[in-house]
Every structure is written in C-alpha cells, then in structure tokens.
Nanobody
Framework: QVQFVESGGGLVQPGGSLRLACETS????????MAWYRQAPGKQREVVAT?????????EYMSSVKGRFIISRDDAKNSMYLQMNSLKPEDTAVYYC????????WGQGTQVTVSS
C-alpha cells in the first residue's frame, strides 16, 4: 500500500526554521525522483524542491526558496526531508511529499504556518 506520511510542521515566527520529514512505503523509493510540494489556501499546489535518484544530479528549488531550503533523502529509510530556514509568512502552506513526475495518491501533508 502506497503511503506518504509527512511530519515536522508547526507554527514558527518569521526568520525561524523547521525540518520536515516524509516517510514513504509501497514503492521502490530509491528508483524515483522525489519532491516536496506545498499548497497555500486558495492556491494551486506547487513544487518546492526536487531531489533526484542519483547523487550526480543537483537538487532543484523554486526561486523563492532557493538558498533557504535544503532537500535531502535517505534511501535506506525510504525517507526524505526538507530543512527550511529563514522562513517567511509567504511560506505558509500545507507541505506534501510525493514522486516528482509520476505522483501517487497524496498523503495528509503537514501544516507550516509562519507568523508573528
């Protein structure tokens, strides 16, 4: 059974940091390009960061998070992570993980709220 379990969200002040985690199951994790997505209220889901299945390819980030967010993966644990630094109110959204190019049914996501 395919499953994505996101965790690590919460309420943080502007300038703060959070580390999101995603545990996956039901598919061969190390074969796939993976991504973190987010969806803010009233907006479409967007790709935040992409990590490839080989170490030779560098991760990709949407322009607004470049230099602040770091995506990583642990293939031995079928897990991936998103370190988010220097958070801004516009980063407020529900964050999801999934395969990048062949998404599977979505998990519940984890809410990130950046507010003073």
């Amino acid at each position: 059974q395919v499953q994505f379990v996101e965790s690590g969200g919460g309420l943080v002040q502007p300038g703060g940091s959070l580390r999101l985690a995603c545990e996956t199951s039901g598919f061969t994790f190390n074969h796939y390009v993976m991504a973190w997505y987010r969806q803010a209220p009233g907006k479409q889901r967007e790709v935040v960061a992409t990590i490839f299945s080989t170490v030779n390819e560098q991760p990709e980030y949407m322009s607004s998070v470049k230099g602040r967010f770091i995506i990583s993966r642990d293939d031995a644990k079928n897990s991936m992570y998103l370190q988010m630094n220097s958070l801004k109110p516009e980063d407020t959204a529900v964050y999801y993980c999934n395969r990048r190019f062949t998404p599977l049914p979505w998990g519940q996501g984890t809410q990130v709220t950046v507010s003073s």
